[in-house]
């Protein structure tokens, strides 16, 4: 496997489900990021990790936990979600988490809540 | 309230003539802007990027302009290949408080090169 994957690739769940979704890097980056896209909205940051470490909460309900276990991968653990929680989430790579990096992303999940 | 604006959510040319995608922005901080390229079912790639110090970044067919005191960028593909249809997102960064760089995106807008 090559740059950012991300499974499952499709999700589908009712409000009362617990599921997570998965990334993992084969670039050998330090940052890891979680987006959102939802329908005619852009792409919405939601974490941030360097290091393992979560240096930014973008304001994000409680009911999206994210996991870090290493630089390699990253979790987004869903419980209790809402239907407008629907939408594309896109996770991404950059080297170290600095200035002017390219950040790189996988194919995304896309997960409806029913 | 979006930081970073594509007015126009779709575009088509013709084969071989030029593309030309637009995008606003009203953050005076931003400092890097990038182009990136999203086909279906793909995560966004990117294409090209410009630091604010540049007005100017050229890869091959694709350029970026950066006009800082009109706060906006283009991104200029020529000749147009069918290929290059895809969605286009522009992004900026911005260095938070938290210490870590965000990308703050537009809505994209959707190209289509026809044969």
């Known amino acids: 496997e090559t740059g950012v994957t991300q499974t499952p690739r499709h999700l589908v769940m009712g409000m009362t489900n617990k599921k997570s979704l998965k990334c993992e890097q084969h670039?050998?980056?330090?940052?890891m990021y979680w987006y959102k896209q939802s329908a005619k909205k852009p792409l919405e940051l939601m974490f941030v990790?360097?290091?393992?470490?979560?240096?930014e909460n973008n304001s994000v309900p409680s009911r999206f936990s994210p996991e870090c276990p290493n630089s390699s991968h990253l979790f987004l653990h869903l419980h209790t979600l809402q239907p407008e929680d629907s939408a594309l989430y896109l996770c991404a790579s950059s080297q170290g988490g600095g200035r002017y990096e390219t950040q790189y992303f996988g194919p995304g999940t896309r997960l409806l809540v029913l | 309230d979006q930081q970073v604006k594509q007015n126009s959510p779709s575009l088509s040319v013709q084969e071989g003539r030029i593309s030309i995608l637009n995008c606003d922005y009203t953050?005076?901080?931003?400092?890097?802007f990038l182009w990136y390229k999203k086909y279906p079912a793909e995560g966004p790639t990117f294409l090209i990027s410009?630091?604010?110090?540049?007005d100017k970044n050229e890869d091959g067919r694709f350029t970026v302009f950066l006009n800082k005191s009109a706060k906006h960028l283009s991104l200029h593909i020529v000749p147009s290949q069918p290929g290059d249809s895809a969605v286009y997102f522009c992004a900026a960064t911005l260095f938070s408080q938290g210490g870590s760089e965000k990308l703050v995106f537009g809505k994209g807008t959707k190209l289509t090169v026809n044969p």
């Open positions: 410009i630091s604010s110090i540049k």
């Open positions: 990790y360097s290091l393992e470490e979560r240096v």
């Open positions: 670039l050998g980056h330090n940052a």
């Open positions: 953050n005076s901080m931003f400092d890097y």
